[in-house]
């Protein structure tokens, strides 16, 4: 092959705090019922045994501090504010007390969700991406790196919309850690340098509509903004 019929995408990249370099991301992948009230308020139960994953793909990617449209196809947009983790170091079949040095960094996510969707397709037995998988439904911070902040363990992540708390929590009441989410997913995943880990959110979900400004922290981590515009 000597050229593209198209042009090939441009990477999709992230900031990283402090530096002028960028984050490259490659897959997405996402942590569901992380927090037991969280799988509580969604009217199931937490799996202590495994955690288990969805995927958005990185076209999905939309910087912190953005407006974006009122997506289409959904009348019930909710927020998801999480932890996400930047591998940095490829890896396959990590084990659990070797997994933080695969870690580049951590942001602050937000797991924008089409609630309705995702409730249809589950009510039908079939996938969620309708409902996870779709243009700005990732949110990210910018990238603090691990060299620079550690590796949160326990710290107080909290999500505002106009002002008003919608969530408030501490990642330390993750079921699945860092270490073990890492440790299992490499079961399945040759971990690679820029993917992203979203781990899931804590209770207190819910819809935002268009003119909603989204406000989010995880201390130590950054934080995180998204303002809703009208539906195109
Ligand atoms: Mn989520």
């Known amino acids: 092959m000597s050229s593209l019929i198209f042009p090939a995408p441009a990477p999709v990249v ?17 942590v569901g019922r ?9 009217g199931s139960v937490a799996d202590r045994e495994a955690p288990f994953y969805f995927n958005k793909a990185s076209e999905d990617y939309v910087a912190s501090g953005r407006t974006v449209p009122y ?27 070797e997994a933080l040095a695969h870690v580049y960094g951590y942001a602050c996510g937000l797991d924008m969700t089409r609630r309705d969707l995702q409730n249809a397709a589950k009510d039908k037995q079939r996938p969620w991406d309708l409902g996870k998988d779709f243009e700005n439904a990732a949110v990210l911070s910018a990238i603090a790196p691990a060299s620079v902040i550690g590796h949160p363990f326990r710290a107080a992540i909290e999500l505002r919309v106009n002002g008003q708390t919608r969530q408030s929590s501490d990642i330390s009441l993750m079921i699945h850690h860092v270490p073990a989410i890492i440790a299992h997913l490499s079961q399945y995943y040759h971990l690679q340098p820029g993917d992203l880990i979203y781990t899931g959110t804590p209770e207190g979900v819910g819809p935002v509509v268009a003119g909603d400004v989204l406000e989010g922290s995880i201390e130590g981590v950054g934080r995180i903004a998204l303002t809703l515009g009208a539906a195109e």
Do not use: S
Request: glycine residues 12%; aromatic residues 8%; proline residues 9%.
């Open 14 to 30: 992230a900031p990283i705090q402090g530096l002028e370099e960028g984050f490259p991301i490659r897959r997405i992948f996402c």
């Open 34 to 42: 992380n927090y037991e009230a969280h799988a509580k308020e969604m």
């Open 71 to 97: 997506p289409p196809g959904t009348k019930n947009l909710h927020h998801e504010m999480e932890l996400v983790v930047a591998i940095g170091v490829a890896g396959f079949r990590i084990p659990e007390g």
